[in-house]
Each structure stands twice: as structure tokens, then as C-alpha cells.
């Protein structure tokens, strides 16, 4: 399994961004987004299971919205009124297994990780 993200960038508070991950290798049953600001520890953004259902992080619900290609292809994260804490480095990460109810925000449910996209609102 292969995932490239792509998309971050520079926007100023209030702005948008969309970020993409592209996969490429086995089919994935979920993926999921995670971000790690400097000297925090990583956090859960948003998980799409393969059958479509999306899990979202209480605190960026509304805010976030994320989906993938009819194809499954590819993973995206449609960002609106960021805020600069919402800086940070973001991941795409995904399973070939199942991931448990309750668990699918778990980075540590997901075993393939791409290089990360940085994101800064400033």
C-alpha cells in the first residue's frame, strides 16, 4: 500500500484548503486523516470506512469534511474556517482490515502511513 497526500499549503485564518490522499496497492477497508502539530501529541481527525461511514473529531465536526472517490482510490479532506490551530502536519493512513467500532479515530489501528502534507494558518 502506497498514499501520497497532497494539498497543504499556506491559508490565512477563516480560508479553506482540500487536502488529497492518493492510494495506490491492496484495497484498503478504512482510511483516515491524523495531524500532529509541533510538540503535541498525534490526533484523530476524520476515518471513512469502506462501506462510506464517516467519523469525525467532536471538536472539528462541521468545520471538517471528509470522503473518498467512488473508486477508493483516493482519500480527501475538505477543510473550511481554519483556525490557527489547526496548523499542523497531516497524515493519510489506512487498513486492510476491518477497524473496530469506536476505534476507527485509533492511529494505531492503521498500519500504512503516507509522508504527510503540511498545513500552516497563519
Known amino acids: 500500500v502506497q498514499l501520497v497526500e497532497s494539498g497543504g499549503g499556506l491559508v490565512q485564518p477563516g480560508g479553506s484548503l482540500t487536502l488529497s490522499c492518493a492510494h495506490s496497492?491492496?484495497?484498503?477497508?478504512?482510511m483516515t486523516w491524523v495531524r500532529q502539530a509541533p510538540g503535541k501529541e498525534r490526533e484523530g481527525v476524520a476515518a471513512?470506512?469502506?462501506?462510506?461511514?464517516?467519523v469525525y473529531a467532536d471538536s472539528l465536526k462541521g468545520r471538517f469534511t471528509a470522503f473518498r472517490d467512488n473508486a477508493k482510490t483516493t482519500l480527501y479532506l475538505q477543510m473550511t474556517s481554519l483556525k490557527p490551530e489547526d496548523t499542523a502536519m497531516y497524515y493519510c493512513?489506512?487498513?486492510?482490515?476491518?477497524?473496530?467500532?469506536?476505534?476507527?479515530?485509533?492511529?494505531?489501528?492503521?498500519?500504512?502511513w503516507g509522508q504527510g502534507t503540511q498545513v500552516t494558518v497563519s
Open positions: 493512513a489506512s487498513s486492510v482490515i476491518f477497524v473496530p467500532t469506536g476505534a476507527q479515530l485509533s492511529a494505531n489501528r492503521y498500519p500504512y
Open positions: 471513512v470506512e469502506g462501506d462510506g461511514h464517516t
Open positions: 496497492g491492496t484495497i484498503t477497508y478504512a
